[in-house]
DNA sequence: AATATCCCCAACCGCCGCTCT
DNA sequence: GAGAGCGGCGGTTGGGGATAT
């Protein structure tokens, strides 16, 4: 059985339930002998859970925690053997194809991990939602440092990371409240579920956004975007509120690439605009990857 | 070199739904 | 039908390594 036992093989904080009488065991951690055990697993505990797996099959969690001898709950077991120790669990680092499958099935499916995980053969729903909550996490720190002038979401300006920018982390406008309620194709978030808006772009703004990003940033050469920005010249109209004329930073060519297949630059348009009807049919990505868009006169306003 | 901060990810927790008695 | 037990799921925590200052 190809059971990785690499990491977490001893640690120095496992903790126990109860404190009754306690001993040291070779790590200088107290234990008891009938408490149950919590923390980091060790190599003895993942050769005896993989051992007992091996004869009586992963079922039966508490019994098997019980029977096995492990001082673990099932619910540990469960998770240990599930996340780390099952033979066709993949490790490293996910793939672009995978990073991409994510981000298309978490716009459709939203924080489903298990059935995200059920599409990419290999991953497990933890390490999805650990990877997709990082990005997050990542993402809405660089919001936070926006320049209420510009639109940086998309375009951070150290290139490095804003390129994964799943529905959840745009928030160009709107209450952070908003942005995750809405699977499928949605852009247009209920307006009674959000309060006034933190932006200072757009009060009271009702539009999340969806798009993404391939991280191409190991391909990010010492450029800066920092002063170089487009301005949309054309007035829309977003749920009633004016927001033409707000600066872009510019997107140096090639260091993104653009989703293809999740199309979600049409859909980032189609919330901007609002205008009700798609504006996918009048737009196209030249083989430069610069969207056009006719009506609206933002040529080469996206570019990847 | 020391310290602070960031990031990753294993593990835990609480809740929910299903099954069995 | 009620309650217990259990598995599964999504949210959260915290340790520790990596990186920045």
């Known amino acids: 059985m190809a059971a990785n036992f690499s990491t977490s093989a001893v640690s120095s904080n496992v903790n126990f339930h109860e404190d009754e009488e306690e001993e040291e065991n070779e790590n200088g951690v107290l234990i008891h002998e009938d408490e149950l055990r919590r923390g980091p697993w060790t190599l003895d505990e993942d050769k005896l859970l993989v051992h007992y797996i091996s004869f009586h099959g992963d079922r039966r969690w508490n019994h098997l925690a019980k029977s096995s001898g492990l001082k673990r709950t099932g619910k540990s077991c469960r998770l240990r053997w599930l996340n780390y120790l099952k033979p066709d669990v993949k490790r490293g680092n996910l793939t672009i194809e ?9 716009s459709k499916l939203g924080n489903r991990w298990s059935r995200i995980a ?23 720190r660089q919001r936070l440092k926006f320049d209420p002038n510009n639109m940086p979401a998309l375009f951070p300006e150290d290139h490095s990371m804003g390129c994964f920018a799943p529905r959840t982390t745009i928030g160009i406008m709107g209450d952070q409240n ?20 933190t932006s200072s772009l757009v009060p009271n ?21 920092s002063n170089s920005t487009y301005t949309t010249s054309t007035s829309i109209s977003a749920a009633g509120y004016d927001i033409n004329d707000y600066s872009f930073p510019k ?20 919330a901007l ?32």
Not at 118 to 140: M, S
Not at 274 to 300: K, Y
Request: net charge negative; with cysteine; aromatic share 6%.
């Open 98 to 106: 995978e990073q991409i499958l994510i981000i298309q099935l978490q």
């Open 205 to 225: 703004s009702t539009i999340s956004i969806s798009t993404a990003f391939v991280d191409t940033s190991k391909h990010h050469n010492s450029q800066t975007a």
């Open 178 to 197: 908003c942005r995750t309620a809405h699977g499928g194709q949605a852009l247009i978030s209920d307006t009674a579920n959000c309060s006034s808006s």
């Open 273 to 304: 605009i609002n205008l009700g009807n798609s504006i996918s049919d009048r737009c196209h990505i030249t083989e430069d990857n610069t969207v056009l868009d006719d009506q609206m006169a933002v040529h080469g306003l996206w570019k990847w």
């Open 118 to 140: 059920k599409h990419l053969p290999g991953r497990t729903d933890n390490e999805i939602k650990n990877y997709w909550r990082t990005r997050v996490q990542k993402q809405e």
């Open 251 to 270: 997107a140096l060519d090639s260091n993104y690439q653009m989703i293809n297949d999740c199309g979600n630059i049409y859909d980032y348009m189609d």
